[in-house]
């Protein structure tokens, strides 16, 4: 088979309705089966069968699997659990391929597995690597694309055979200090154009990466990476889908059985496999969330491995929304003595302030007051303890609560942007040069760690001058209704 980009489509797929699904059972087997149940209708050409206990070999089997349009169902070396015996007699697969050695399932599983298929075809090699070129080899005979990733973690690997079940092409896995010497060669049989090899320098070196390029003169050789799994997994999904997706599979970050089965489920569903906490997702991940808001949510696992919140709610961020006036009872983060930030929006026309309340629903902060449509982020609490929020307004309004610490650092020197901010400075102390184009309030004020104050300006209208500047850390809060600039000398 050549792989183009693109998924090839099977009759015998059945996607997910609109809305959020949870696809779990009672334990990694029981939720593969349930994984395969609401994904392929019955029969399907291939199943695809994997350890349970570890991860190496199912990697590169979730993208063949999904390529032939059929499930990775995971299995005990020495036994077929009762939910995998009941989903195989359901799917009627024509071939069965196991995925491994002996070691990772036993001859007496293989030969069990041969009563649910006209034959089974065991998939291996000498180790990780070598069965994961094993899987390329029977699955193609050349591929424009391939993903690259460690064979000594699981984590980018399995945001990556999600983007390699959707674009129809292999992924291989490397040792992390170099190009594993099998991988290479498969890499030049299946002579590629372009490799994505994914995570930061930690998962696969530049050693590795420059091996690539060796392997292939002329071939475009991408690193996709972040600062974290969770990070790299959002990477993965902004590259390949970098039109949007209609539905999002979220698996833990933390283990890796759920999202094995999870590669062909999402690519019946075109769908990247994004990697979260189990209380609340990174905010890579919730900023890919919301520019694709997808009609399909799917969370793979239980509620004790991942909560409804670790698909939708930002880790580290208190949102609220509604319409017209409200009084909202909030969480900051880092308790409620500590002062927060909060970006609020606003679609109305007329006006539109927020409140800050304490425990006896007395004034503590005045966040917002303006009239007609607003977004802008205001730091409250600086000096007070506010328990709920006081909204006077017209139309839709959004609150997102954050810690101060999640405030946009200033980079280098200078900062410039429009309307309500605040920023986090940490240089030393000098003269900065402000610009203000408004015609409303210019108000700009350094807060440190320790209570201390600074006004650095309080006008009215457009502004330009040179103002003393307090060395850092300092959380720097602008009020503004025009385009403003600093420049720290």
């Known amino acids: 088979m050549t792989a183009t980009a693109g998924a090839v489509a099977h009759a ?11 696809l779990a059972g009672a334990d990694r087997y029981e939720t593969s089966a349930a994984v395969s149940r609401r994904s392929f209708a019955a029969p399907v050409t291939a199943a695809f069968v994997a350890t349970g206990t570890d991860y190496a070999d199912a990697l590169a089997g979730g993208p063949a699997a999904a390529r032939r349009g059929g499930p990775v169902l995971l299995v005990r070396k020495d036994g077929v659990p009762k939910s995998v015996q009941t989903e195989l007699a359901r799917l009627r697969p024509t071939t069965i391929y196991v995925l491994g ?32 070129t094993a899987v390329s080899r ?8 391939v993903f690259l990733a460690s064979g000594a973690g699981f984590a980018d690997a399995l945001s990556g055979g999600a983007a390699a079940a959707h674009e129809g092409v292999p992924l291989l896995l490397t040792q992390p200090s170099r190009l594993t010497g099998t991988t290479r060669t498969e890499l030049a049989r299946l002579k590629p154009s372009r490799v994505y090899v994914l995570g930061g320098t930690g998962a696969v070196s530049d050693a590795a990466l420059s091996g690539v390029r060796s392997a292939l003169p002329g071939a475009s050789v991408t690193r996709l990476s972040g600062a974290d799994r969770y990070a790299t997994s959002a990477k993965i999904a902004r590259t390949v889908w970098s039109d ?39 905010s890579a991940g919730y900023s890919v969330r919301s520019t694709f808001a997808p009609g399909k949510t799917v969370i793979l696992g239980g509620t004790g491995v991942l909560s409804n919140n670790g698909a939708t709610q930002e880790c580290g961020t208190m949102r609220y929304s509604g319409t017209g006036d409200d009084v909202i009872t909030i969480s900051k983060p880092g308790g409620a003595t500590n002062p927060a930030i909060a970006t609020l929006t606003h679609d ?3 006006y539109f302030s927020v409140w800050g309340l304490d425990s006896k629903m007395e004034d503590t902060d005045l966040l917002v007051s303006t009239v007609g449509p607003y977004r802008g982020t205001v730091l409250f609490d600086d000096y007070s303890e506010s328990k709920s929020l006081q909204i006077q307004a017209d139309g839709a309004w959004t609150v997102a609560i954050r810690a101060t610490s999640a405030a946009p650092k200033i ?15 940490s240089g030393s102390a000098s003269t900065a040069r402000l610009t203000h184009d408004g015609s409303s309030n210019f108000i700009v004020e350094a807060y440190g760690r320790s209570g201390d104050w600074d006004l650095l300006v309080n006008e009215i209208g457009s502004y330009q001058g040179t103002v003393r500047w307090p060395a850092g850390p300092r959380v720097i809060s602008i009020e503004a209704d025009g385009n403003w600039s600093i420049a720290i000398k």
């Open 348 to 350: 109305g026309s007329e």
């Open 411 to 425: 980079s280098g020197k200078s900062a410039s942007g429009h309307g309500d901010t605040v920023l986090n400075w």
């Open 12 to 22: 015998d797929e059945t996607p997910l309705p609109n809305g959020t699904t949870r």
């Open 138 to 145: 029977r699955g193609w005979s050349s591929a424009s694309t």
């Open 101 to 132: 050695g002996t070691s990772a399932i036993s001859s007496a599983t293989a030969q069990k597995l041969g009563s649910y298929a006209t034959s089974v075809v065991r998939l291996s090699g000498s180790d990780r690597y070598a069965t994961a």
């Open 244 to 282: 949007g997706a209609p539905a999002m599979f979220f698996a833990t970050g933390l283990s890796f059985a759920d999202a094995l089965s999870g590669t062909p489920a999402a690519k019946v569903n075109d769908a990247p496999l994004v990697l979260t906490k189990q209380a609340c997702l990174p």
